[in-house]
């Protein structure tokens, strides 16, 4: 069965202290793994796609990484706005439904 | 901004009662989706149409029952809902078939009295 975890569960840090999420996987196969942010409340907004290992991809204080088994969303100088859940997903293959991890609650305290 | 949009934001409906809820997207995207997600959960899946076919989650109950008009459009019949039903529900579209990054729409959120 496919499965991806995430951790920490919850991770509380402080304005400029920088840290990472991982997200492990356990699949079939592996078309791509995609990053959300979601807002309490709100829908899901898409942060990155990564296909193969090695992939990196980056945007403002956000760099997120791949290997073959995990990915890490590094967050370089948090800001509070940077507050949120951060939720990973795995496609095994092309055409397959996404698997969710349970997500990383972030909370930036300024 | 997100480019699905979702009607109503919020909505409180009775067991009795029969209601929808409505999802669009002008991006072309011929994969739409309905998930539900309660509170510190991930995002399930429910439905999701690709190329105006449908794919079920054969774990969801019959009082939900989706319906894709054309390719833009999105709904989700409600009905005989139950208490533990009420949770945010998101639509979502992708590009092409199943197989692309899934875009969110802001949520419905949805309790059951």
């Known amino acids: 069965e496919d499965q991806v975890t995430q951790s920490p569960e919850a991770l509380r840090l402080q304005e400029g202290e920088s840290s990472s999420l991982n997200c492990s996987y356990t699949?079939?196969?592996?078309?791509?793994l995609f990053w959300y942010r979601q807002d309490p409340g709100k829908g899901p907004e898409f942060l990155f796609t990564?296909?193969?290992a090695g992939e990196e991809k980056e945007k403002e204080r956000l760099k997120a990484t791949l290997t073959k088994k995990e990915s890490f969303l590094h967050i370089t100088a948090p800001k509070p706005e940077d507050s949120a859940t951060y939720l990973c997903a795995v496609q095994p293959f092309y055409g397959q439904n996404f698997v969710f991890g349970p997500g990383t609650r972030l909370s930036v305290l300024p | 901004d997100t480019e699905v949009t979702q009607t109503p934001k919020h909505l409180v409906m009775g067991m009795t009662n029969k209601k929808s809820l409505k999802c669009e997207q002008h991006?072309?995207?011929?994969?739409m989706y309905w998930y539900k997600q309660k509170a510190k959960k991930p995002p399930e899946l429910m439905f999701v149409y690709s190329y105006e076919k449908l794919s079920i989650n054969e774990s969801v109950p019959s009082r939900f029952s989706p319906e894709c008009p054309n390719s833009s459009l999105l709904n989700l019949h409600l009905h005989a809902l139950q208490p533990e039903d009420s949770a945010l529900y998101l639509c979502?579209?992708?590009?092409?078939?199943?197989?692309?990054?899934?875009?969110f729409g802001e949520g419905s959120w949805l309790t059951v009295v």
């Open positions: 991006m072309g995207h011929r994969a």
């Open positions: 990564l296909y193969s």
């Open positions: 699949v079939s196969g592996l078309r791509g």
């Open positions: 979502a579209s992708s590009q092409g078939g199943i197989g692309n990054t899934i875009y």
